[in-house]
T-cell receptor
């Protein structure tokens, strides 16, 4: 069963528009972490944010904000006033406390965001 | 300022050839990982090393071997490459293997097996 679903494969917006990237997850663990990573055209994934399952406070960092709702198993990511530099593939990921051994992140399939100038 | 360095960036192999992907990190991290990224499938963990001297299988280990040469270096070997191993490979590292650790990624190796 897929643990992280990013239903939006590709999104295009015009610069300065707001855009929300959806992430729905599935887990039986009560303790888990959710992450967002950005993959710009250069290729390497860059960490953006992590949330633990006990903290449902929304978070804002500049133009970025995250909405974590356990009731709907969602961890959505909003970019306000998008810029061309936001063009990238964005991955949502889940790490469960029951994972054997390492920090085995379950990644979604990613959403490719294109911001048109 | 290097972070995680992977070599090579691109590689083309013929079926049955072998090769080793190299990875090194300069952040003094204990844990290192190899992922593969395939279209429509996100990233999947191949192998990881929780600490120097240990390695363990991830989600898709078949056809691969790894070596944690020292704390800095973690290599991935394909003994007999197959077309199904055409993918983009990412090395990553983290301070530990705790569930809340964030990963630092290299820029990837694009591998094509013909």
């Amino acid at each position: 069963a897929q643990k992280v679903t990013q239903a939006q494969t590709e999104i295009s917006v015009v610069e300065k528009e707001d855009v929300t990237l959806d992430c729905v997850y599935e887990t039986r663990d009560t303790t888990y972490y959710l992450f967002w990573y950005k993959q710009p055209p250069s290729g390497e994934l860059v960490f953006l944010i992590r949330r633990n399952s006990f903290d449902e406070q929304n978070e804002i960092s500049g133009r970025y904000s995250w909405n974590f709702q356990k009731s709907t198993s969602s961890f959505n990511f909003t970019i306000t006033a998008s810029q061309v530099v936001d063009s990238a593939v964005y991955f949502c990921a889940l790490s469960e406390s029951s994972s054997r051994g390492a920090n085995n992140l379950f990644f979604g399939t990613g959403t490719r965001l294109t911001v048109i100038p | 300022n290097a972070g995680v360095t992977q070599t090579p960036k691109f590689q083309v192999l013929k079926t049955g050839q072998s090769m080793t992907l190299q990875c090194a990190q300069d952040m003094n991290h204990n844990s290192m990982y190899w992922y593969r990224q395939d279209p429509g499938m996100g990233l999947r963990l191949i192998y990881y090393s929780a600490s120097e001297g240990t390695t363990d299988k991830g989600e898709v280990p078949n056809g691969y071997n790894v070596s944690r040469l020292n704390k800095r270096e973690f290599s991935l070997r394909l003994e007999s490459a197959a077309p199904s191993q055409t993918s983009v490979y990412f090395c990553a590292s983290s301070e530990r293997t705790e569930v809340n650790e964030k990963l630092f990624f290299g820029s990837g190796t694009q591998l094509s097996v013909l």
